[in-house]
């Protein structure tokens, strides 16, 4: 496994992330004991940097990875905190239960333009306080929007962006994957950690997993990519990917017979954009939310692209 220094921040981490949210009740709801095997064996393997956040609910799962696996590790977390208050409550909670006396990272969750950047400047004053004291070791933000990074590049105490970066461009807000990249760069030159996330678009590009792959692990100005993974095969497949190596023949067979579904993360807003792309009419809205009818899915994944709230996933 590789390892580089995530910007000017002096923590060195792997160049595979492990994306902490499909592990919890929010995707898979693995159990604490199932999810930490899965994370642990993630560790053991070489990857020492692991993405969370609060709203995940995989605190305990990380926990007993770090015990079972006894390594030191990076972590990463999220708060859409926005008081000082609330901020504070935010990092009790995750040196709590992760028991870490000192946050690696600490991000603002999801930013979404200049003007949340504002309202937020409370709850990012009190991250910066925190790090003076010693308690977290970087700040910074995460977000699906180009602005966001463009504003960030020159933010006065950005030390990490979380930014979301595919071949496609999927889930992207406001632009394209190429003006995503050129304000990533610009904050890369000026020294703030880079690690992407959503390599496959949420699973809606497993049909080019190589290729997605490729583009992202490709570009010089990310450090590390953060993907989720829910089975100790996929952290097989993905680890041997990373270092070069082939992945064994009983990695590939269990992963092709493992089934996959369409899943509609809870904050879908009802737009119906869904279900008017789905040509297998296996979308409908339900008391305001998107359903999905499994059965007649193909897993496409087209629903995703029209998405605003990149609410839906294949996992």
Known sequence: MDYVKLGKTGIEVSRLCFGGLVIGPLQSNLSVDEGSDVIAK?????????????????????????????????????????????????????????????????????????LTLRGHREAFEYYISQKEKGRIRAVGVSTHNVEVVEACATMPGIDVIHPLVNKAGLGIGDGTVDDMLAAVKKCYDNGIGIYSMKPLGGGNLLNSFEE??????????????????????????????????????????????????????????????????????????????????????VLCGYCSSVCPQFAIKIC
């Not at 269990?254 to 369409?262: E, I």
């Open 212 to 297: 997605c792959l490729k583009f992202v692990m490709d570009i010089p100005y990310i450090h590390s990519i953060a993907m989720g993974m829910q089975s100790i095969e996929e952290v097989i497949m993905n680890i041997c990917i990373f270092n070069g190596q082939e992945v064994p023949s009983e990695v590939k067979e269990a992963l092709r017979k493992r089934s996959r579904r369409l899943h509609i993360d809870y904050w879908c807003e009802g737009c119906g954009n869904c279900v008017e792309r789905c040509k297998q009419k296996a979308l409908r809205i339900h008391d305001g939310k998107a359903v999905v009818e499994q059965g007649k899915c």
């Open 42 to 114: 993630a560790f053991e393997m070489g990857v020492n940097f692991i993405d969370t956040a609060e709203l995940y609910g995989t605190y305990a799962h990380i926990r007993e990875a770090v015990r079972k696996s006894g390594k030191d590790v990076v972590i990463a977390t999220k708060s859409y905190a926005y008081s000082a208050q609330g901020a504070e409550e935010s990092l009790e909670k995750a040196r709590k239960e992760l028991d870490r006396d000192v946050i690696d990272i600490f991000l603002m969750h999801e930013q979404e333009s200049r």
